[in-house]
């Protein structure tokens, strides 16, 4: 069973706000993910990780950025919440593969975001 | 660029009859290719997967298929129950990235 967790599961925050979403994993896994997923619509990879100290951007131009301290820890942060922001974020962990064969992914439950 | 993509938003399925879910895709670089099943307020879960040097891969009531030549994948869930009612999405990887469709969501009425 996949043991990743993501606070808070709902936020609903006014523009401008500063704001944090929390992932963490218990499973050891050196990879970690963020995506962004409005509804009806595909996941688009924001952020990854290959592991401590080290963080690249994915494929969506996204506004916030993320840091990589602890294997277990991956947090997101917006600086400035805007309306645009709004969607689901979801992050996800794998263990560390080659560039052409891959580890299952496990995902958290995601944040769902509001910005008003 | 959406590399991979799901053209049907929703299916509906009797219990016990076959469902197919479709996805095609533009990369023909890709290694993998994976299908994950998602319940509203969960995270996606991984299903199933399939190499690029295969064209079937089965795991009980689900297989896979995948045609190269046309850039196309299907799930086929048989028989289908109303448990496997969820989004699923296809993903495809290369170079440590994932790719995700837009989700089908399949309804398998009792």
């Known amino acids: 069973e996949a043991d990743i967790y993501q606070t808070p599961r709902y936020l609903v925050i006014g523009t401008g706000k500063k704001i944090t979403l929390e992932c963490s994993q218990t499973m050891g896994h050196d990879k970690m993910y963020w995506y962004q997923q409005d509804p009806g619509m595909e996941l688009h990879l924001i952020h990854y990780?290959?592991?401590?100290?080290?963080?690249e951007k994915g494929d969506l131009s996204s506004e916030s950025t993320v840091s990589r301290i602890r294997t277990e820890h991956f947090p997101l942060t917006l600086e400035s919440a805007r309306p645009s922001h709004t969607s689901q974020y979801l992050c996800a962990s794998s263990e560390a593969s080659g560039k052409r064969t891959y580890n299952e992914q496990f995902f958290g439950p995601g944040t769902r975001l509001t910005v008003l | 660029d959406q590399q991979v993509k799901q053209n049907s938003p929703s299916l509906s399925v009797q219990e016990g009859r076959i469902s197919i879910l479709n996805c095609d895709y533009t990369n023909s670089m890709f290694d993998y290719f994976l299908w994950y099943k998602k319940y509203p307020a969960e995270g996606p879960t991984f299903l199933i997967s399939?190499?690029?040097?295969?064209d079937k891969n089965e795991d009980g009531r689900f297989t896979v298929f995948l045609n190269k030549s046309a850039k196309h994948l299907s799930l086929h869930i048989v028989p289908s129950q109303p448990g496997d009612s969820a989004v699923y999405f296809c993903a495809a990887y290369n170079f440590n990235k994932f790719y995700f469709g837009s989700g089908t969501k399949l309804n398998v009425k009792p």
């Open positions: 990780s290959y592991g401590v100290n080290s963080t």
């Open positions: 399939i190499s690029s040097i295969k």
